[in-house]
């Protein structure tokens, strides 16, 4: 079969719907577009353990101690069962592990700032965890099957991050003028970095949109930023909080909620490796890495051995 | 400014190009590697086991410890199985034409295929 005959069958699968599997034939630039889209996804979950991991020693209640370590421990499964997902795709554990380690590979800019307050563990689940399930959502039907199913079941858990958040900030809310105080401050410093995470505007992309035809992505940056600027500017409301945005504004003729302007080059800074955390964060996963190496060739020295049959005694 | 850039990405898709950090490749390749292992859980007595995922551990012990922190967290499970992927043989789809064809015309195999009075009732 000719390789147009092959990309046809592949295009009408996508376009019929139906989900492509790992064995399936796939042009080479879907499987290159996934493996760096799932696994920058899987390091996205693992990095973003770091900023929560600072606060569990210090969370203010064994409840919100406990509550910390479930999430933190979820994020460790998300990223394995997305980087499961790529490994479906050809790429292996240790090459992506690899490029994280070495800087080469990106994760989601966003975990590149330092967590300051406790306050911030409610702003990072009700504004970043809120914003990735967005994206994670519309991702449940994205077109490439171990990708979707590995969505599907992080979404399950992530509505649990999302709720903490909001409820910690809610107790917040409801405090004392200086836990108000550092309420309003993480949203402040949470909100525009939150907004930065759907990626740039739309209109700065002069090239074809091959991510949607192919229905990796079905929703564009803008499209789910609106919609996580809608949903924020609602429950804000219910917090008696403000969003640090003075031209956020509901516009009644787009049915939608009007917002200032990003600062782009703060994005692109931190994408860059210049905002606040970067170096540190993977200093961080580097020396988690070289710190575990003896138990991983423990384990593996142990199964070697046990693996060997036992010799009888005379 | 804020069109440096005119290629198009999405969130959890930064081009590589654009990339921070040094960009020399970690050596990669390890020669102690864990092996890949799948999980198959049943969700409760009475249930088929279920292909959930897959990890990678040391050995059988491990992987099912793996599995149960990674793939039961929220009770999802009553029991867990593993097998290495290596030890997985499956289907070519590139062959799934002629593997599944010889079922497609034998529709005297479904129970609707036979039409039957109603004094018949349920059968």
Same mark, same amino acid.
């Given at each position: 079969?000719?390789? /147009?005959?092959?990309e046809k069958i592949f295009q009408d699968k996508i376009d019929n719907e139906i989900k492509i599997e790992p064995k399936d034939w796939m042009p080479e630039a879907y499987r290159k577009t996934n493996i760096r889209q799932i696994? /920058?996804?899987?390091?996205?979950?693992?990095?973003?353990?770091?900023?929560?991991g600072n606060w569990i020693s210090r969370a203010p209640s064994l409840k919100r101690k406990a509550i910390l370590i479930a999430k933190v421990q979820d994020e460790a499964g998300h990223g394995l069962y997305l980087y499961s997902s790529a490994e479906t795709l050809g790429s292996s554990r240790d090459e992506m592990i690899a490029h994280l380690l070495s800087g080469k590979a990106k994760y989601s800019s966003i975990f590149n700032y330092p967590t300051l307050t406790w306050a911030d563990m409610g702003a990072v689940g009700w504004l970043v965890d809120g914003a990735a399930i967005l994206n994670q959502v519309m991702l449940c039907r994205t077109s490439y099957g171990p990708y979707a199913r590995a969505m599907v079941r992080i979404c399950k858990e992530e509505s649990f991050h999302q709720r903490q958040g909001f409820e910690s900030l809610l107790v917040l809310s409801r405090g004392t003028a200086e836990q108000k105080a550092m309420c309003q401050d993480?949203?402040?410093r949470w909100w525009w970095p939150s907004l930065m995470m759907f990626g740039p505007k739309d209109s700065e992309s002069t090239n074809s949109d091959q991510s949607m035809k192919w229905k990796i992505k079905r929703k564009t940056n803008d499209e789910l930023r609106q919609q996580f600027v809608d949903m924020i500017a609602e429950q804000i409301k219910v917090l008696g909080m403000k969003l640090p945005d003075a031209d956020l504004k509901w516009n009644e003729e787009r049915k939608h909620y009007d917002f200032g302007e990003i600062n782009w080059d703060e994005f692109w800074q931190v994408v860059k490796g210049n905002g606040p955390c970067n170096k540190q964060r993977l200093a961080a996963r580097n020396k988690a890495h070289d710190d575990g190496e003896w138990v991983r060739e423990a384990a593996i020295a142990y199964a070697e051995k046990k693996k060997q049959p036992k010799t009888q005694a005379a | 400014m804020n069109n440096r850039f005119f290629r198009k990405f999405y969130y959890g898709d930064i081009p590589e190009d654009n990339a921070g950090g040094n960009m020399e490749v970690a050596k990669a390749g390890?020669?102690?590697?864990?092996?890949?292992?799948?999980?198959f859980v049943r969700s409760k007595q009475g249930l088929d086991h279920k292909h959930v995922g897959s990890l990678h551990a040391a050995d059988a012990t491990m992987a099912i410890e793996n599995a149960r922190d990674v793939y039961t967290r929220r009770q999802e499970g009553v029991s867990i199985w593993v097998v290495e992927s290596k030890f997985i043989t499956a289907s070519n789809p590139d062959e799934a034409g002629e593997l599944y064809e010889p079922a497609a015309d034998k529709i005297y195999r479904h129970p609707t295929f036979y039409e039957l009075p109603d004094e018949v009732g349920h059968m």
């Open positions: 079969m000719s390789i /147009q005959d092959l696994s /920058q996804h899987a390091h996205s979950e693992v990095v973003g353990m770091l900023p929560e993480a949203i402040n | 390890n020669a102690h590697a864990w092996p890949l292992w799948e999980v």
